[in-house]
Nanobody
Framework: QVQLVESGGGLVQAGGSLRLSCAAS????????MGWFRQAPGKEREFVAT????????MYPDSVKGRFTISRDNAKNTGYLQMNSLKPEDTAVYYC??????????????????WGQGTQVTVSS
């Protein structure tokens, strides 16, 4: 089992930045791909970013590409999501997730086995 705990959410003005962290405990974190997703009220969970276990591969949707950066420090069992140039439409609960196996499509929530409890990000206009 892997336990994930997000932190770093909060209220920020449009154009500002936040850095989310995802601390993992339990089984060895370094063997899992990690992802970030978000969910706004009344909307489906949306893919935000993913990173391979080595950190060598990352993927983002067009909505955040160039503004968000995913990274991980396997020595610290921690993943990060740096969010810059935030927009009001980025407002959501952000979740980190970890996979326990290689997956063909890391943008799909169904391919992740472990989830954190979420952290609220609110961007004011």
């Amino acid at each position: 089992q892997v336990q994930l705990v997000e932190s770093g959410g909060g209220l920020v003005q449009a154009g500002g930045s936040l850095r989310l962290s995802c601390a993992a405990s339990g089984r060895t974190f370094s063997v899992y791909a990690m992802g970030w997703f978000r969910q706004a009220p009344g909307k489906e969970r949306e893919f935000v970013a993913t990173i391979s276990w080595s950190g060598g591969r990352t993927m983002y949707p067009d909505s955040v590409k160039g503004r968000f950066t995913i990274s991980r420090d396997n020595a610290k069992n921690t993943g990060y999501l740096q969010m810059n140039s935030l927009k009001p439409e980025d407002t959501a609960v952000y979740y980190c997730a970890a996979s326990s196996r290689p997956v063909a499509d890391a943008s799909r929530p169904i391919n992740y086995d472990y989830w954190g409890q979420g952290t609220q990000v609110t961007v004011s206009s």
